[in-house]
């Protein structure tokens, strides 16, 4: 099974106090989570150790590998905590500095490829995500992946001087609710996710 190390973690964990932890909803008969990733909830079976999405009108699907690593993550991580209301970037978190370089880079090229020519393309895919448009750069939206974790994006426009640019940001408490590696497995899909949006909506 995948994730299985995972699975045995959440099942040892109060299940009250994890849903309060994480600001999700748990309930019984079957014991599950409902976990909001992105603009799609997904529910957490602890009987069968399976996680599909919900969406209105559609089949459950099963959650891909990706998907259920970030929520599993999430639940067995995530703290009770305010937000600090403070941007920072990933290299500020404790080992941050080393973690994200290389392979584990923040997908920055695959924002500022979509969005550099025209940052305000970033803002028409608030109609696919529940997003707060910002005042930063060009163009910045925030929105939240999981419930306790918001990201910042901000794009700046190419121009005849520059190329354009993207920041990613974070609360300062964003590390708290997630180990690292599962963080930046949250950033890819939500990068993943924005240019899918953009392509669609054009």
């Known amino acids: 099974m995948a994730h299985e190390g995972l699975w045995e973690q959440l099942d040892n964990l109060d299940r009250h106090e994890t849903a309060k932890r994480a600001s999700c909803q748990y309930h019984t008969e079957p014991e599950r989570y409902v976990v909001p990733l992105l603009n799609t909830e997904y529910v957490v079976n602890l009987a069968d150790r399976k996680i599909s999405s919900v969406q209105a009108g559609s089949s459950p699907e099963p959650a891909a590998f990706l998907e259920q690593l970030c929520i599993l993550a999430y639940l067995i991580n995530a703290q009770d905590l305010p937000l600090a209301n403070k941007l920072v970037k990933a290299e500020t978190f404790p080992g941050g500095q080393f ?16 969005f550099g020519d025209n940052p305000q393309a970033l803002h028409r895919t608030i109609e696919a995500f529940n997003t707060k448009i910002c005042r930063f750069g060009d163009a910045s939206i925030e929105l939240y992946v999981l419930p306790r ?4 994006i901000v794009i700046w426009q190419r121009d005849e001087e520059f190329d354009a640019r993207a920041s990613i940001l974070f609360d300062q408490t964003a590390a708290a609710q997630l180990p690292l590696d599962a963080l ?3 950033v890819n899909l939500t990068v993943q996710a924005l240019v899918k949006a953009a392509q669609v909506i054009g």
């Open 99 to 114: 973690f994200f370089r290389g392979n584990h880079s923040l997908p920055t090229e695959k924002l500022q490829s979509t």
């Open 149 to 152: 974790i918001p990201l910042t």
């Open 184 to 186: 930046l497995t949250a």
